[in-house]
């Protein structure tokens, strides 16, 4: 096999839920592919690196030109309600479900020391700032998935909250009931719809 051939291979390998077999057949798909695809994935993939970043008040994605995504720019979005994920791709899912206008507030990690991600490495102190800063009460929906790296950032969270003396201007709930996929962005959208619709306040 040609070196190209194989280093095409194996960086496609790295990729998640790709296994040998799968990045073998894209690999020989892309060889065979015109130069046009081609040369534009090669091109789509370095302007991901190159034009997203950060939403400054929430987290999530937006273009590099921008300073707020898409939702917090909206004006008729309730700010009162912010929905606390771990990932883009969780906001995104509970988007598509249309039916709520809150804002979201994305982590980006769930603690695990085991996975040497601690504290710090979440956005949590954003999130605080914005609770300590508005003036009236604001709901934190954790819409987390149902694991125990998830149990330790919700009670990090609750933690700091009192720590900070911010109970009287929070209402914290969660998810009604554990989702069938256990993960959000996995879930049909009427299960997500229901157990956000019937979140409980913890």
């Known amino acids: 096999m040609p070196e190209a051939l194989k280093k095409l291979i194996t960086s496609i390998s790295y990729l998640p839920w790709i296994g040998e077999k799968s990045a073998s057949k894209l690999a020989f798909f892309m060889l065979q592919a015109n130069s046009w695809y081609i040369d534009t994935l090669s091109k789509d993939i370095q302007n991901i690196k190159e034009n997203i970043t950060f939403c400054n008040s929430c987290h999530a994605l937006c273009d590099i030109w921008k300073e707020k995504c898409s939702i917090c720019n909206n004006s008729s979005r309730d700010s009162t309600i912010i929905a606390v994920v771990e990932e883009y791709l969780d906001m995104m899912t509970i988007e598509e479900s ?80 554990w989702l069938s996929s256990g993960y959000i962005e996995y879930a049909d959208n009427m299960t997500l719809t229901n157990a956000l619709k019937e979140r409980k306040e913890i």
């Open 98 to 177: 249309w039916s709520f206008w809150w804002v979201y507030h994305v982590l980006w990690w769930a603690v695990s020391p085991i996975n040497w991600v601690f504290v710090w490495d979440l956005n949590f102190w954003s999130l605080i700032q914005k609770i300590n800063n508005s003036d009236t009460n604001v709901e934190l929906i954790l819409a987390t998935n149902p694991n125990i790296e998830w149990e330790a950032t919700a009670s990090y969270l609750l933690e700091e909250i009192t720590r900070q003396k911010l109970k009287h201007k929070t209402t914290i709930t969660r998810l009604s009931r």
